[in-house]
DNA sequence: ATAATTTGCTAAAACGATTTATTAATTAGT
DNA sequence: ACTAATTAATAAATCGTTTTAGCAAATTAT
């Protein structure tokens, strides 16, 4: 019952050709290669009439493209990256690419367990947000010549393509805004990662306040932390920290957790401190009260890196690196207006 | 600068000896075959020092086994499909198999286009979440014999293996909560999709309204409908239908346009309304008021489709298709609790 | 009429593995 | 001492393409 696949053999046994020239004709060589017109049309009706597709395997094997790409994300669960990748799915489906998406939750064990297990795959380009302690794998990657692509966050020092946003200038913005709207106690909670995005952020909030003259009040979360413990933390933090007037969340799930805690212990403090937070979710435009947020570009970032990635897979030689840097865009909601 | 990938036969050459007696030792026949302890030894080593790697194209195509999986949803951007995404992904890479995701926006077209690209890449199975007109596109798949499970929902009568969610029950029951916590004109917000888990949602809410002799009050909208549309046509829902005091949305993105709307439009209404909805966020915890949700397995759906799928991989013939119905849960919170 | 080109097509190698069939060298059996 | 069985290894086919190198026939040039 199975169907039969039907190979270019077939084809070329089935009109009486030579395998060369059904491959010539398929893929577009035939008048160069100066096959006739009339065999060309012969193959070609041939082919639509069995609805021929090559077997892509056979055709990676042979010319070291496999037509894959790797989308690698901190965790594809979250809102954010789910939104990257499904902007990043719809450009490469239509370029011909498809996508291995996966999640290395910031870990270096799991990035490097899963850039080994691509490049037996033979994937032809890498877009990774990278945890922090791969930048010898980068490395690697790189000396090989390797189509790559770093984003939302990079390495200083490793001269990569890299797409990111302006952390510092977004902070710095957001931060303006909510003392623009009165708030004079502006917490900034943030993990421990040293990693370049979260110092962009963190510096932006400081240079804001510093430029008021306003206090730094800034809550360093251990990145390993459980939520029980991130709660836990940010309470501890509150009830410490009683001058603060408005918070903002350096990423997405501290705002879940900080949001969490204020709901079950501090109910009244919910719609007088001014809130922000780092990229956006649906969710929040119908919070009560509406919440805040730095949106990224997202369509911009992915529309920048598969743009990235295409020149890179044409020509793999003798290309410069390519460093952008994009803005990201202050949602003003209730949250951070005044009470 | 490219360093050398290294093939069986560099292997073979730099030890003297044949490209079959490595293969074998790699693939661990070397007592099966009556490879020498010795040699054994000699080519392990040899493969440890290089770092050898088999090319798992060539594999593949030599096996007929990609070790690629496909899983299809409606959005991977989407909460749900998202968290699915990442749990399929976590034991997928454990069992040596890597994931294609990809979104099919419930549309038969991209379905239908996408399962054709999967085709040429000989993947080894495909988890689909189908789309409404696709029968027939999966009846060809079981007809060519390739391990294939839909989820979320099915086709009546097509013998195909599936994990699903008992709708119906989960909305009888979340129903029937409303209803006990004493909301008397309980409104069921869905679309017009005829898909089995619409339906089965659909029937569960009025098998409980019927029980206890209530009205039913259901609001419809078009599927294709763009979400202002689809806001006009609950704002005019809500203003027809006074009386209504609870509301059950069939699904998330309605439940976001609902909560919009009454947010805009009726703001007194979001703490007296009782709201359920269907499929869980994390966000929806933190929410003023917390949100009552239909929680969906998400843990146990994954892991039985992956272990379903393995087993199929594992024996392609004779085996019996299964239908497996899992059961959701309402996580009870302030939304729909009496006021 | 002969040499040089052009036209139309194809044989065969290659990609990197797996697997079947076979060979050669030992060892065991009688 | 001769056959049978076992051990150790390998040559070659295969998966389905792409691509290089080349051949024969037809055409053009001289």
Redesign the pocket.
């Known amino acids: 019952m199975k169907k039969q696949?039907?190979?270019?053999?077939d084809i070329a046994s089935a009109l009486?050709?030579?395998?060369?020239?059904?491959?010539?004709i398929?893929?577009g060589k035939a008048k160069e290669?100066?096959?006739?017109e009339?065999?060309?049309k012969k193959v070609l009706a041939y082919i639509d009439e069995i609805n021929?597709?090559?077997?892509q395997?056979?055709?990676s094997?042979?010319?070291?493209q496999s037509k894959i790409i790797v989308f690698m994300v901190e965790d594809i669960s979250n809102y954010f990256f789910a939104r990257l990748a499904r902007i990043i799915e719809d450009i490469a489906y239509e370029k011909g690419y498809k996508v291995l998406f996966c999640s290395n939750d910031n870990e270096d064990k799991k990035s490097e367990e899963l850039i080994a297990l691509f490049k037996d795959r033979q994937v032809d380009g890498y877009i990774i947000i990278p945890s922090s302690g791969i930048k010898g794998t980068i490395k690697n990657l790189l000396d090989e010549n390797i189509p790559l692509i770093l984003f939302d966050r990079y390495f200083e020092d490793l001269p990569t393509n890299y797409v990111v946003i302006d952390n510092e200038e977004a902070t710095l913005n957001a931060t303006n805004h909510l003392i623009e709207n009165k708030f004079k106690n502006i917490a900034f909670v943030t993990t421990d990662v040293e990693q370049t995005q979260m110092l962009s952020r963190l510096s932006g909030y400081k240079k804001a306040v510093g430029q008021k003259q306003l206090h730094e009040i800034v809550l360093k979360i251990p990145y390993n932390a459980k939520p029980v413990n991130r709660k836990a933390i940010i309470k501890d933090f509150i009830i410490n920290n009683p001058e603060v007037d408005a918070v903002f969340f350096a990423t997405n799930y501290l705002t879940q957790d900080g949001i969490s805690v204020i709901k079950e212990g501090f109910p009244s403090l919910l719609s007088k401190l001014g809130i922000i937070t780092f990229d956006d979710n649906t969710l929040y435009e119908i919070f009560t009260p509406s919440i805040s947020a730095v949106a990224q570009p997202l369509e911009e970032i992915c529309g920048t890196l598969m743009s990235m990635m295409l020149k890179l897979l044409k020509k793999k030689e003798d290309q410069k690196v390519e460093k952008v840097v994009l803005n990201a865009k202050l949602l003003v909601r209730e949250s951070s207006l005044p009470k």
Do not use: D, E, M
Request: net charge positive; glycine share 2%; hydrophobic share 30%.
């Open positions: 696949r039907h190979s270019i053999k009486n050709v030579s395998v060369t020239t059904v491959s010539f398929i893929n290669k100066r096959i006739s009339k065999v060309t021929y597709k090559p077997n395997l056979a055709q094997l042979r010319t070291g």
